[in-house]
């Protein structure tokens, strides 16, 4: 012993120095406690490896294999690229693309790149966009000299101004020879702004188709005149518009005192507007004279015919 102890009968280890007796395990004090340490170091290795080894076998390491799907020429679109991870011990494969309801691959769509260039033949939809429609204003052209013509059923400038507003026993039957009153029906018909109603006047049947009779207007003041409008349901008969001035009215067409505002003219459709002559001079009367009447109101003896004035319409001068 190192100590020089003594040691009891069947006692390996000194209880003073700690050292083995001789020929016991523990006979050299260093060696004892290094075995010691290196069966600790073997202890903990151990452990360590079994835990590893536990660790790896719970979670293994996934294999990564990576897929590209190849794009067509021109490319339609960008294709991700898919990793899939790979349990080992299985087999890799690689996806496709499948229907919502696991009935077959579904390609992608391709988006194209540039315009669609419809194929001959083919039918492109086109969008309609609403035709604007525009209305025209047409001036009444002269005919004859002296500015003297006809528009039927159109705009003009006279036309946008309001007409001369007459009395009520502004218009009557212009009658220089005299026919019987009973020929001529109530001329306020024709200045009552309804073209429905007509002042009515009789062809004479000895005289027929000639007529000498007219509608004569009284504006009770001077007016410069320079449109007539006329509405008849009786076309085909020849009319002129004369104006006069004085406190009397000309006992005979013939009158000097009357003054031709228009040529003869044959009234061919329902509407007639005459542009009168002298628009800047002033007149008190005017007289749509009736020289011919149309060859279906001619009549006979036993059944006159009669011409119709719907409406007479006198536009001012601007």
């Known amino acids: 012993m190192k100590c020089a102890a003594p040691l ?19 006979a050299s004090g260093w060696h004892t406690g290094g075995a010691i340490v290196a069966v600790v170091v073997l202890l903990v290795l151990g452990a360590l490896a079994a835990g590893y080894a ?26 991700p690229t898919t990793t899939t991870p790979v349990t080992p011990g299985a087999t890799a494969t690689t996806p496709s693309a499948k229907s919502p309801l696991g009935l077959g691959a579904v390609k992608p769509p391709k988006i194209p790149l540039t315009a669609i260039t419809p194929a001959a033949g083919e039918k492109v939809a086109k969008t309609t966009t609403p035709e604007t429609k525009s209305t025209t204003t047409t001036t009444p052209s002269s005919s004859a000299p ?24 502004a218009a009557t039957p212009y009658n220089p020879y005299n026919y019987p009153a009973e020929w001529f029906g109530d001329p306020s018909l024709a200045i009552d702004g309804d073209t429905s109603t007509a002042w009515t006047a009789q062809v004479n049947p000895a005289s027929a188709p000639a007529m000498a009779e007219g509608l004569l207007i009284d504006l009770k003041a001077k007016h410069k005149i320079a449109v007539l409008q006329l509405v008849t349901s009786t076309p085909g008969m020849t009319v002129q518009v004369y104006g006069a001035n004085g406190h ?12 031709p505002l228009s040529t003869f003219r044959v009234v061919k459709k329902k509407h007639l507007r005459l542009k009168l002559r002298d628009s800047k001079k002033a007149f008190t009367y005017i007289t749509l004279w009736i020289s011919n009447a149309p060859a279906a109101a001619v009549g006979s003896a036993t059944a006159p015919g009669h011409v119709d004035i719907n409406e007479v319409e006198l536009f001012p001068t601007r």
């Open 8 to 26: 009891q009968p069947g006692q390996d280890w000194c209880l003073q120095c700690g050292s083995g007796a001789p020929g016991s395990l523990g």
């Open 146 to 169: 002296g500015g003297t013509g006809t528009n039927s059923g159109s705009t003009s400038e006279e036309s946008q101004q309001s007409a001369i507003v007459l009395d009520t026993n």
């Open 248 to 259: 009397t009215v000309p006992t005979s067409i013939t009158d000097p005192a009357w003054i």
């Open 54 to 79: 536990a660790l790896n076998k719970g979670t293994p390491k996934a294999a990564v294999v990576t897929t590209t799907v190849a794009q067509t020429s021109p490319p339609a679109a960008t294709t």
